[in-house]
């Protein structure tokens, strides 16, 4: 099993608003330095464990996160770290100009060595009220930006473009990436994406699912429909991201998750109710009636993976096993857990965890 650390760089301020967007008055440039480098120590711990992808995302105007560009951060991560690869998961294409985007992933292929993975999200659905993007549009947006990207980075002559959304007269993408064919990873959180990820040939990326069962059922369907396409999938074609605390003893764990709220994953990064936008409708006619959903704080909220390192060993194992993963990507921070929190219980995955996995 490979493992990746999913790292947000979150803003390690007090006092914020809950819920999304964060105001920007609330930034203090102080401790937006002193979050940035706390972020980089979660790097630093990681790296040392010899963890196998270091991972980035795109997510706006959230405290949760600090990295809207992640190509930005991404190309800092790959400098300061020579030797794991440098996930970027991912760009939420809509809301990008595709040709910007190929040419941006094709410097970072560079300047990284060829270590670039990169994941094409079309988004959670507040993303499209960064740039205004028509949210009805978006999943022919991305699947168009998507074939495009792919078109810019393997087509050997300059070529135009008249699509739908997206037209150019002269496309000659410069530098090119340094990978024949740089890895790329597509969500499959629904029937749909996950066959879709499939005919791509692409990584399969599951997240923040109710249950293995569910994320066994989306992995199925993609081998399933890459078997109707002629081509079979590995472990290592399957990605899966999920929280984990982990804490000396089975208990403590369990009281940390429920005093910081672990279970609350997507808080930070959606509006509340009464801040939600004027088109919900349109939002949840796109993406179903709990595509935009709020996941307020409260009692008893749990992370899908928490507990002593046994403990969590066996509970990833087991993931593994039913779901067919070969990557676990892994959320070792929160809205509310402390810094110092956080960095006990990477240490305790690098030096406990993770020795069982590489040893299973």
Known sequence: MKVSIFNPMRYQGTGLPYGWP???KYWDPKIGAESIAKGFELFDIASEHGFDWL?????????????????VMAAAVSQRYPKAKIAVLGVVLPLTNPIRTAEELAILDGVSGGRTIVGFFRGIPN????????PSESRSMYEEALELVQ?????PEPFGWE??????????VWPQPMQERLPIL???????????AARQRAILGLSFLNTAEKAAELAGLYREEAAAVGWTPTPDDILYRARVYVAETDEQAERDAREYELGDVLGPLVPPPEKQPANQKILAAVFGPSGFAHHPPGPGSLPEYFGSPGTVARQLREA????????????FTADRLPHEK???????FGQEVLPLLRAA
């Not at 991972?55 to 190509?71: F, G, K, M």
């Not at 078109?151 to 087509?155: G, I, N, T, V, Y």
């Not at 699509?163 to 000659?172: L, N």
């Open 22 to 24: 964060t105001p920007p």
């Open 151 to 155: 078109r810019a980075w393997s087509e």
């Open 186 to 196: 597509l969500a499959g959180t629904s029937p749909e994406s996950a066959k879709f």
């Open 163 to 172: 699509g739908r959304h997206y037209r150019f007269r002269t496309i000659a």
């Open 127 to 134: 993303e499209f009220l960064t740039y205004g993007t028509n």
């Open 320 to 331: 593994g096993e039913t779901i067919g993963y070969g990557i676990a990507d892994l959320i």
């Open 342 to 348: 956080a960095v006990r219980s990477l240490q305790l």
């Open 55 to 71: 991972t980035v995302a795109e997510h706006h105007y959230s405290r949760a996160q600090l990295a809207p560009s992640p190509v």
